[in-house]
């Protein structure tokens, strides 16, 4: 049941590298859009001071996650939650901080809305919203690259598409978040850190 990303094995490590430093020493992670569970057990072992919560609307997700906990017998992770991100209701009251990686390219707009919204409910003053992932930065792509990923994410459903980073300011913004610190990563993605106000 396990499910292995390729793009997961090559991106965990930098993405811990960003967040040891901008975690809390303890309190609860919780990471929307878990996928195969591979980042969450990557943070998870690297980190056994904070408890992690996985979620995912996919029960295939959800239970490949639940493996690869199994398989490490990792105890700061619980359950994979099934969380849908534009939900007017999670099933969560509060995080400290916020994961998402690799989704509100490959989710319609409202996804990325649900996920700010969700994310200024739960987390307190000063909890993190972390997102990981391409962007546009001034309404254009900051590699060939992304611009190619986001035609072939637009053919495949046109709600889909690489973000632009001022929009997604913006909306933080308008949630009570503050400005993004903007963290260059490899393969042209970008690590916004959002705090909440």
Request: contains cysteine.
């Amino acid at each position: 049941m396990r499910r292995q990303a390729p793009a997961a094995a090559r991106n965990r490590q930098p993405i811990l590298d960003v967040l040891r430093p901008r975690l809390p020493a303890q309190g609860l992670v919780l990471e929307i859009a878990s996928g195969s569970g591979e980042h969450i057990v990557h943070f998870a072992e690297a980190l056994p001071n904070l408890v992690f919560q996985p979620s995912d609307p996919s029960p295939e997700a959800r239970a490949s996650i639940d493996d690869w906990v199994q398989e490490l017998t990792l105890d700061n992770v619980r359950p994979a939650l099934a969380l849908d991100a534009a939900g007017d209701v999670w099933p969560l009251e509060h995080a400290d901080t916020v994961l998402c990686c690799n989704m509100i390219h490959i989710a319609p707009w409202e996804a990325a809305v649900g996920l700010v919204v969700g994310a200024g409910r739960i987390l307190p003053k000063d909890g993190t919203l972390y997102l990981y992932g391409p962007y546009r930065r001034g309404g254009r792509h900051t590699a060939p690259s992304n611009e190619a990923f986001d035609l072939d994410l637009r053919r495949r459903d046109a709600a889909w598409g690489v973000r632009d980073l001022e929009a997604v300011a913006a909306l933080a913004e308008a949630r009570d978040f503050g400005l993004p610190e903007i963290i260059d990563m490899p393969a042209n993605n970008l690590s916004l850190v959002f705090k909440r106000l």
